[in-house]
């Protein structure tokens, strides 16, 4: 099993930053792509941004700029930072890892519990 802990999330003022953070733990034979997702009240999940165990960053258009994705193989880890945040970046933010548990068979997507986001104006 694997478990994914995200961490850093809570309310800012517009204009604000803020740094996210998530770990991955359990059966991690591999991590592939990470990545970062948030839902508003009454809208769909969407993609914030995602990064590959090797390669380049991809950023939905309305963050780009703004938001810097990265992380840590050595640590399992994904990170977010957020800059110059607005009302409408008020979400739950929610850390998504794509993992492979054993050398063998296929790998599968895990997601955090979720990270409540507010951005006051």
């Known amino acids: 099993q694997v478990q994914l802990v995200e961490s850093g999330g809570g309310l800012v003022q517009s204009g604000g930053s803020l740094r996210l953070s998530c770990t991955a733990s359990?059966?991690?034979?591999?991590?592939?792509?990470m990545g970062w997702y948030r839902q508003a009240p009454g809208k769909q999940r969407e993609l914030v941004a995602t990064?590959?165990?090797?390669?380049?960053?991809n950023y939905a258009e309305s963050v780009k700029g703004r938001f810097t994705i990265s992380r840590d193989n050595a640590k399992n880890a994904v990170y977010l930072e957020m800059n110059i945040l607005k009302p409408e970046d008020t979400a739950v933010y929610y850390c998504?890892?794509?993992?492979?548990?054993?050398?063998?068979?296929?790998?599968?997507?895990?997601w955090g519990q979720g990270t409540q986001v507010t951005v006051s104006s």
């Open positions: 990064i590959p165990r090797v390669g380049n960053t």
């Open positions: 359990g059966s991690l034979f591999s991590i592939n792509t």
């Open positions: 998504n890892a794509n993992v492979r548990s054993r050398s063998w068979g296929n790998s599968r997507d895990y």
